[in-house]
């Protein structure tokens, strides 16, 4: 990372930019090409283990792009507005983004799929649905993709003395 002093090393800090961003993008290799697909998501984070759950469809060029190759790259942000400057190289941006790479892999057994669905109304609402966790059969209807975060780097750019 070449701007070290941006880099955020806290795990209570990698918290707070993963519960505040709501998109995920899920990058795949399409015949030497990357497909890029913008999904909501959940995540579990423990002892700097990152994994994220996404939901859609049972089939489709997703899915069929993660069987040929379950590697992919992620990418999350969330802006906090321009940087002003007097001069136009003084402009900037205030942002926190995670970015890495990791194995994605369909999630068939029920109680991980109940789980994943948990983890991503969570992150999407701010809400605990326990229901989703007790009724296996919600989730018969979704597709859910698992990511294991092999590496990952997490940068912020704020305010003197933000909080964020």
């Known amino acids: 990372m070449r701007r070290a002093d941006r880099k955020v090393r806290g795990e209570e800090d990698i918290v707070k930019v993963l519960d505040s961003c709501k998109v995920c993008r899920l990058g795949m290799m399409d015949e030497g090409k990357i497909y890029i697909v913008p999904m909501n998501y959940g995540y579990v984070y423990e002892a700097?283990?990152?994994?994220?759950?996404?939901?859609?469809?049972?089939e489709g060029?997703?899915?069929?792009?993660l069987k040929k190759n379950p590697t992919v790259g992620i990418e999350l942000d969330k802006a906090y507005?321009?940087?002003?400057?007097?001069?136009a190289c003084?402009?900037?941006?205030?942002?926190?983004s995670i970015i890495g790479n990791g194995s994605a892999r369909l999630v068939t057994e029920p109680k991980e799929k109940s789980k994943a669905l948990s983890v991503i109304m969570k992150q999407q609402t701010g809400k605990e649905f326990g229901e989703l966790e007790d009724n296996p059969k919600l989730g018969q209807a979704v597709g859910i993709i698992r990511v294991d975060v092999e590496e990952f780097t997490c940068k912020r750019h704020c305010k003197e003395n933000s909080v964020d």
């Open 48 to 58: 700097g283990e990152l994994v994220l759950y996404f939901h859609g469809a049972k």
């Open 61 to 65: 060029k997703k899915l069929g792009l």
């Open 81 to 87: 507005g321009l940087a002003t400057g007097k001069t």
């Open 90 to 96: 003084q402009y900037s941006y205030y942002y926190a």
